[in-house]
């Protein structure tokens, strides 16, 4: 499409100044033909300090009229712990079924890794987005006592699992590799081990042209350290996605440089694209972030959108970039936002 | 006690091999005048696959005459997933109500870890055993169609929480950097979250002298490979504690050197010791497997009896050996296993 309509969430912390270069990127990349608008929401600590909100049936339906959601960060050590998160972000992901959480995980040249070597890693995690312990299912008795039981409940759908899947073999069955592996701890948890193998097993017949294999997530964050190269697309549940890929940004140049899409293939809702990394209060209005971790989801959006050409120049501008980093002093916040529009604009 | 009578139960796999070194370095370390007396159990795969039984009632009964288990592996892939995980090694977990399961993860000199640098790593995963999500509480609904649901619950109480969270804090008290970091996910999972860390805080009131932090699980894992020195001792649910511990074995030497004790601290029941690794069915029965996770086990289980001056004994041996093997060429599981022996009996 030839215009771009965006709901922009600068947020907490280093949100507002990471969003502001990926904006200025997204602003360089595109053609002129290509209109982009805008629009703020000031979700977040401040307005659930002023307002006692995180996200309103109104919010809701604002932030459905627009094409995509661009996120900077969200959370604040003033806020009680979960209040944000299970108020505004896990909140937005159910309300707008975000079940294809993306993240790619690409070390790139010049990029240090806590690893040994400098081992090949470029895979891509698909993380379920909308079950698994994530539904807030569950509750406590006796709360407070010496008697309190508290209870989380993992829920797993047949319809929820096999979307995700298939997801997951297409992505794969796109890449060179044709890789994909199912992470899951099917010897324990056997009921949702079970949905998750045997769906994993269905829908691999119809894609015979991927190899597939299972790990269990223990053994998995053994491989991310040892041996990440074995990995080209992996697909898992909402919590042990969680966990991995963490570590996988870890391993593939650390949360500064780790995108990631919450996405609804279905389109019937926007999808919304945040860095991996949080709000980091303390560094925050230092112009010390890293922007380029919001620079690559920007790149996931446009591919979302269907802008392939810009989505691929993005990239590019920024392994140029990293490459080049080495040996240089550290670069501010809009430093790294300019050298990066630079590129891309050129 | 001037006598240890163990069960021994070599399981499957690697098992048999590394169990046998386990114990000839036991026999090397005791005193003359300490009677040591062993009972194998033929436990795992082949008394699965004739039987049909994993761990009968007379099975524990007879286990529980015995001062300690000592278990090389179980587990092998002729046998269903999750047949021997949930009714052998989960059961007995239950059965005996080991609560605290101790992973200690140490470099130690001359040993090979992904990471790059010499990173120092001396720190001590306290999992809790026998509550959150392995407690098979959950179930399916219209198994096989596309309705299919399938439930896991995170059960967790106050009993089971503090006494774990207690044994930590003890542990933590008694090594000399003090620092205990307790890893939840309690943005997320705020029901077992609040009770996780409001009964970490209260119990933190007794030991002033400990130093106390908070780490979601999924910043844990970048911790542990780019920090792994901030660690001290940690304390987690069951499932994260398996998740992260595997991590931690690849990080501190793989899990060739990694010992773990199932332990019920009240002594009702016998505690088992066993290496984190499992039966690794493809280098069974060719004398490759190392057996120093096994004998650290062995040192783990003299502790825990009160043997303290032997299971140091052990350590040392292990630490030497492994200071010196750098350069030599491969050697074979007796090989390592007598080379311990002979450095613990002199
Ligand atoms: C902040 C939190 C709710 C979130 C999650 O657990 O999904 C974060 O860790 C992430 O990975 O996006
Ligand atoms: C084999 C399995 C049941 C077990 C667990 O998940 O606890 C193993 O991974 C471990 O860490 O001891």
Same mark, same amino acid.
């Given at each position: 499409s030839r215009s771009i309509d965006l709901a922009v969430i600068p947020g907490d912390g280093i949100g507002q100044e990471v969003v502001a270069e990926g904006l200025k990127v997204l602003s360089a990349v595109l $053609?002129?033909?290509v209109k982009l608008e805008t629009k703020d929401y000031d979700f977040g600590a401040r307005r659930y300090h002023a307002?006692?909100?995180?996200?309103t049936e109104a919010d809701l339906d604002a932030l459905k009229q627009h094409d995509a959601i661009l996120l900077g960060a969200i959370g604040d050590?003033?806020? $009680?712990?979960?209040v944000l998160e299970r108020g505004f972000l896990l909140k937005l992901r159910f309300a707008f079924d975000h079940h294809v959480n993306l993240r790619p995980s690409k070390l790139l040249p010049g990029v240090a890794t806590p690893l040994a070597g400098q081992p090949e890693i470029d895979f891509v995690v698909v993380r379920e987005g909308t079950e698994g312990p994530y539904t807030g299912n569950g509750g406590t008795i006796r709360k407070g006592t010496e008697h309190e039981v508290a209870t989380e409940v993992s829920v797993n759908t047949a319809f929820g699992v096999e979307r995700v899947v298939r997801d997951a073999f297409a992505r794969a069955q796109a890449r060179p590799r044709k890789k994909l592996t199912l992470v899951h701890k099917n010897n324990v948890l056997t009921f949702a081990g079970h949905l998750w193998t045997n769906t994993f097993s269905k829908v691999a017949a119809e894609y015979p042209d991927v190899t597939t294999d299972y790990i269990h997530v223990d053994a998995a964050t053994i491989y991310l350290v040892t041996d990440p190269g074995r990995f080209d697309v992996i697909v898992t549940d909402n919590l042990f996605g969680d966990i991995i890929t963490d570590l996988a940004a870890a391993v593939s140049g650390g949360i500064g440089v780790a995108a990631s899409g919450n996405i609804n293939p279905s389109r019937d809702f926007p999808s919304m694209f945040e860095p991996v990394?949080?709000?980091?209060?303390?560094?925050?209005?230092?112009?010390?972030?890293?922007?380029t971790a919001t620079v690559l989801s920007v790149a996931l959006l446009l591919r979302h959108l269907g802008h392939d050409a810009e989505a691929a120049r993005i990239e590019d501008a920024v392994s140029a970039d990293l490459a080049e980093r080495g040996g240089l002093p550290a670069r501010s916040t809009s430093q790294i936002g300019d050298a990066l529009a630079a590129r891309v604009a050129g």
């Open positions: $053609p002129q033909d307002t006692g909100e995180t996200l050590p003033s806020v $009680p712990s979960g990394h949080g709000s980091a209060p303390d560094i925050a209005g230092q112009g010390k972030a890293d922007p």
